[in-house]
């Protein structure tokens, strides 16, 4: 079912582009006298019926041809955080061990979060979570995820984006992102985790 | 089902108890007691009904109590005198239990080698209380002989994963009865008891941030405590008041606070751009211990409760946290890390001095048992967070739990 829609789909496009490239040399063709003499033929052949499956057209053609003006982010809060991670359109801040200071790669990657925020992205809140390796305490990480989190939306506030459309919660070391017990894993469970939560 | 469940519960504190004589001379309290317990005689019953949930807590809790030993008895042999001194047993425990419709009748004595009653006790109950019963009348024993209660009617909260979500749950001393007295569906942690072992206060992230909430035993009368702050982690119950401390933030500064457990009346006790964390009373309510990171790594420090006086008390460490006081207020328990391992230190607050409970893997959170012999903590050392319990001089080291994750164990402060 699908494949006759899609098949119908594009003899439509085609049929239209056809009706299009038609069209066009009718409208602004200065006619003269002379011309008209010359051009004893029809001036334009009408083409031939379009074949009713066009078998050879692949997808990225016609995303190539027609390419998206404006993008279309995902409506879903969950597909569109996964979306705004995986183009770096928000991006997490990682920290060194038991500091919640920003090094430069957690600032640009701020920054990059903030430039989206500011543009594209305007009509989100935003939630940061702060989290923490394993290697510390509970109850201390808690609190460390806390002031990590803080130091997060403090940056993003000093680049523009609006304080009040940011929340933040610590997790402490309770939802390590890679459940390892090497510095691989606790360099990747040691962030302000930037999440879209909706407009 | 949920229905009988609750009957049963309800049940629970019927059992009405008489009392016969309770005379024992305090001076034998010195050394340890040899008992002999031979197999209870009964009617109506049987001994395989009453053997899991009444006998063997008794005699594991007899066996535990610091006071008393249990002398083996051989067996079939007719209890005598002579058998008694042959198997070099001071005192005789015997039990006689019939049935009263649903009730048990469990009828406690304790003679000595001479015959005389130093200790006897009438106690009632449905079959659901009857490994309560048991360990009512093992700190019966133990108060009997030395004046203070055992810890054995005292209960462990803590956190468990083990339904899907972190949760808080409780158990009994020695691990039993471990039921779920909160459903929030959302990471539930750190239960802290209330002095009057009637409710809980903890932090759950049911709202999508955390809150505290306080809860009682029964996992009724659930209320959040709004405290107009961010984090409201490490809650933890005056021994003197209603306040509350915990830890509080405001954009992004955790700090030691109080609140009273209405909501009302809150005061900041430490004011630093460090982390502050992790506050614990003196069992006096006059002082309370706090992690710090002013000076570059998390340390021990005490203040007075009101906030002033702050100095640090930990000094070896690169990572001290969980600072907890025994129930006489001489000594903390702490997370202290070791050579890159956490480790349970005990600091003597009088003279200073500390010595590590040395074990495997990583060991947090320590919790005072209500008689100040024991601590609860948890470990890592099985792959799995669970909690254990240990003698004070680092024996019987006991795991208690067995499903899911469990962590953050709080030792209810009274006996019973």
């Known amino acids: 079912m699908k ?12 049929v239209v582009l056809g009706m299009f490239t038609m069209a066009c040399p009718k409208k602004p063709k200065p006619v003269t006298p002379e011309k008209i003499v010359t051009d004893t033929a029809p001036p334009v052949v009408p083409p031939p019926p379009t074949p ?16 998206i003006q404006a993008e279309t982010l995902p ?30 790669d957690a600032q640009s990657a701020l920054t990059s979060s903030a430039n989206w925020l500011k543009g594209d992205g305007k009509a989100y809140s935003l939630l940061v979570e702060g989290h923490c390796d394993e290697r510390g305490t509970e109850q201390y990480n808690l609190a460390l995820g806390d002031k990590r989190a803080h130091t997060a939306k403090e940056y993003l506030a000093t680049l523009g984006v609006d304080g009040s459309r940011i929340r933040t919660v610590s997790y402490g070391e309770e939802r390590p992102f890679d459940p390892g017990h090497d510095e691989s894993a606790w360099s990747k469970n040691r962030r302000a985790h930037l999440v879209i939560v909706g407009k | 089902m949920r229905k009988l469940l609750l009957l049963l519960f309800a049940a629970l504190p019927l059992f009405a108890q008489t009392q016969i004589t309770t005379t024992m001379d305090p001076s034998k309290a010195a050394s340890i007691l040899r008992v002999a317990i031979p197999q209870p005689e009964f009617t109506g019953t049987t001994f395989e009904t009453i053997n899991e949930p009444l006998f063997k ?29 042959r198997i070099n047993a001071q005192l005789l425990l015997k039990l006689a239990i019939r049935m009263e419709g649903d009730d048990f009748v469990v009828e406690a004595r304790l003679t000595d080698t001479t015959g005389q009653t130093q200790f006897g006790k009438r ?62 569906g959302a990471l539930s942690i750190l239960p802290s008891w209330s002095p009057d072992n009637e409710r809980m206060v903890y932090t759950s992230f049911a709202r999508g941030t955390s809150d505290m909430y306080v809860i009682n035993r029964r996992g009724g009368g659930r209320i959040r405590v709004a405290t107009g702050l961010q984090l409201n982690t490490s809650a933890t119950f005056s021994p003197v ?31 630093s751009s460090t982390i502050e964390s992790t506050p614990e009373w003196s069992p006096n309510g006059r002082q309370i211990t706090f992690t710090s990171g002013r000076s570059g790594s998390p340390q021990i420090y005490v203040m007075d409760a009101e906030g002033a006086n702050v100095r640090r008390i930990s ?97 209810s402060k009274k006996s019973d």
């Open chain 1, 75 to 104: 409506a879903d809060i969950e597909e569109l955080n996964r979306y705004a991670q995986s183009h770096g359109y928000i991006q997490d801040a990682f920290f060194e061990y038991n500091e919640a200071g920003l090094s430069a």
């Open chain 2, 57 to 85: 807590p008794l005699t594991r809790d007899i066996s535990m109590s610091g006071i008393f030993a249990i002398a083996p008895l051989p067996p079939n042999v007719a209890i005598t005198p002579e058998v008694l001194q």
């Open chain 2, 123 to 184: 106690y009632r109950g449905p079959l659901a209380a009857l490994t309560r019963l048991a360990h009512m009348l093992a700190s019966d024993l133990v108060r009997s002989l030395n004046g203070r209660p055992g810890p054995f009617l005292s209960q462990i909260g803590f956190a468990s994963d083990r339904d899907g979500h972190w949760e808080i749950w409780l158990m009994d001393w020695d691990g039993g009865n471990q039921r779920a007295i909160t459903h929030h």
């Open chain 2, 315 to 411: 000094f070896e460490g690169d990572w001290n946290d969980d600072a907890t006081w025994s129930p006489d207020g001489e000594q903390i328990a702490y997370t202290s890390r070791v050579n890159g391992r956490f480790q349970i230190r005990v600091a003597n607050l009088i003279t200073g001095e500390s010595r590590i409970l040395a074990g495997e893997g990583s060991n947090e959170q320590p919790t005072w048992s209500p008689d100040g012999k024991w601590l609860a903590f948890q470990s890592n050392r099985s792959g799995k967070w669970q909690i254990y319990r240990i003698r004070l001089d680092g024996t019987d080291i006991e795991q208690l739990t067995f499903t899911g994750e469990n962590k953050d164990p709080d030792w």
């Open chain 1, 52 to 67: 009713p499956v066009e078998e050879k057209v692949e997808n990225r053609d016609f995303v190539q041809e027609k390419p």
């Open chain 2, 241 to 271: 008041s209603n306040d509350i401390a915990f830890v509080g933030s405001v954009n992004g500064n955790p700090d030691i606070y109080i609140i009273k457990d209405d909501g009302s009346n809150r005061r900041r006790l430490t004011n």
């Open chain 1, 3 to 14: 494949k006759t829609m899609k098949a119908f789909a594009w003899t439509v496009c085609v």
